[in-house]
T-cell receptor, first 114, second 113 residues
Framework: DVKVTQSSRYLVKRTGEKVFLECVQDMDHENMFWYRQDPGLGLRLIYFSYDVKMKEKGDIPEGYSVSREKKERFSLILESASTNQTSMYLC?????????????FGQGTRLTVV | GENVEQHPSTLSVQEGDSAVIKCTYSDSASNYFPWYKQELGKRPQLIIDIRSNVGEKKDQRIAVTLNKTAKHFSLHITETQPEDSAVYFCAARSLYNFNKFYFGSGTKLNVKP
């Protein structure tokens, strides 16, 4: 059974805190993604990575950074959390060379910034 | 980059009726179109997908159609059941730009018993 695992299901952080969201996949996928899910806005891409130490900005990268030191792990970092970053965060992974395969999602992290 | 638009945002049907969700995309290089179902509190999971060399694909009560010329694709659910109630996302995968997935804004389907 394929697995994308996010380290936390729920998080509550204070404004200004540095927040780390962790994601691990065991499918040897090259691509990893971080999406933010808000009602009525669908899944918006924050950052993605196509290889170790490689990263590309998505549609809404402001206020976020990422780290990919190992192929299986992709971290999303909120440098200084703000209330408008309260949201559901979804990690996903996929193969890069086979274009006709799906993305697999983690279970999501619901982050509340107070 | 790619832009995927999805309609409607909410859809309410009676059990046993059909439901249709439509998506359009902008990048002619997109060649893979998956549909995901997200039940309340759960992760999105693939329910059906279609590749750009195919016009239609069926899997039991679910079907997807693709019109490459018009750049739109649709999800059809027949004989809907209450367990079909969920949020559905369409997506397009670009052949270029590292094969990123671009998602629609989602459709909340409610099947009334």
């Amino acid at each position: 059974d394929v697995k994308v695992t996010q380290s936390s299901r729920y998080l509550v952080k204070r404004t200004g805190e540095k927040v780390f969201l962790e994601c691990v996949q065991d499918m040897d996928h090259e691509n990893m993604f971080w999406y933010r899910q808000d009602p009525g806005l669908g899944l918006r891409l924050i950052y993605f990575s196509y290889d170790v130490k490689m990263k590309e900005k998505g549609d809404i990268p402001e206020g976020y950074s990422v780290s990919r030191e190992k192929k299986e792990r992709f971290s999303l970092i909120l440098e200084s959390a703000s209330t408008n970053q309260t949201s559901m965060y979804l990690c996903a992974s996929s193969k890069i060379r086979d274009t006709n395969t799906e993305a697999f999602f983690g279970q999501g992290t619901r982050l509340t910034v107070v | 980059g790619e832009n995927v638009e999805q309609h409607p945002s909410t859809l309410s049907v009676q059990e046993g009726d059909s439901a249709v969700i439509k998506c359009t995309y902008s990048d002619s290089a997109s060649n893979y179109f998956p549909w995901y179902k997200q039940e309340l509190g759960k992760r999105p999971q693939l329910i059906i997908d279609i590749r750009s060399n195919v016009g239609e694909k069926k899997d039991q009560r679910i079907a997807v159609t693709l019109n490459k010329t018009a750049k739109h694709f649709s999800l059809h659910i027949t004989e809907t059941q209450p367990e079909d109630s969920a949020v559905y996302f369409c997506a397009a995968r670009s052949l270029y730009n590292f094969n990123k997935f671009y998602f629609g804004s989602g459709t909340k389907l409610n099947v009334k018993p």
